[in-house]
């Protein structure tokens, strides 16, 4: 976790960091509805990793490519263009958190989440966390939207940076961001 600490307000703050959010450009996905092209041997798993007809792609540029021109609909997941739409396999998010900023400002602080495809991402109400439990054991998958209905599974040692964030209120743990309660779970 890295900390900056210098900034004079939390309001200039929330308005620096929404700019460097903001300067991410992507493609125009809701614009490109091409009928479905077919189903591509492509897999999102767990860990972060995508595979290409099994074989992991090594190639970050051009994972952060398809990662661009991602998006899910009705509960699927496709890569997209003007003209194809391929149907793909996404094990659980398409995306992973692998670390966090926390900056902190006058009035309130900012978590700031960095995804393995390059992804800055704001913890704030556009952009919320939360955790679901799975039922047979108990164990916590933490989660935050990216963006359209795109969500990263929050890796553990960021989930730990997190926990070490957390203050007790109201019977739950909770971190701060963008002047928003997030909850990590039951205290």
Not at 22 to 43: F, I, R, V
Not at 78 to 101: C, H, Y
């Amino acid at each position: 976790m890295s900390l900056k600490k210098n900034s004079p307000s939390a309001d200039s703050l929330f308005a620096q960091i929404e700019s460097e959010v903001g300067a991410q450009k992507l493609p125009p996905l809701e614009l490109w509805t091409p009928p479905l092209s077919g189903t591509m041997d492509l897999t999102i798993c767990r860990s972060g990793v995508w595979l290409h007809e099994g074989e992991p792609i090594l190639r970050p540029k051009l994972v952060k490519l398809f990662s661009s021109i991602l998006k899910m609909e009705e509960g699927e997941y496709f890569l997209v263009s003007p003209v194809e739409k391929w149907k793909v396999t996404v094990e659980d998010a398409p995306f992973l958190v692998e670390s966090l900023e926390l900056r902190i400002g006058k009035d309130g602080r900012a978590i700031i989440f960095t995804t393995n495809v390059g992804d800055i991402v704001n913890l704030s109400e556009n952009n919320p966390l939360w955790v679901e439990e799975d039922p047979s054991t108990g164990e916590p998958s933490p989660y935050v939207m990216v963006r359209k209905n795109l969500k990263a599974l929050i890796n553990r040692s960021v989930y730990y940076e997190l926990v070490s964030l957390a203050i007790e209120k109201e019977g739950s743990y909770v971190v701060e961001s963008f002047a928003q309660d997030f909850v990590l779970g039951q205290a």
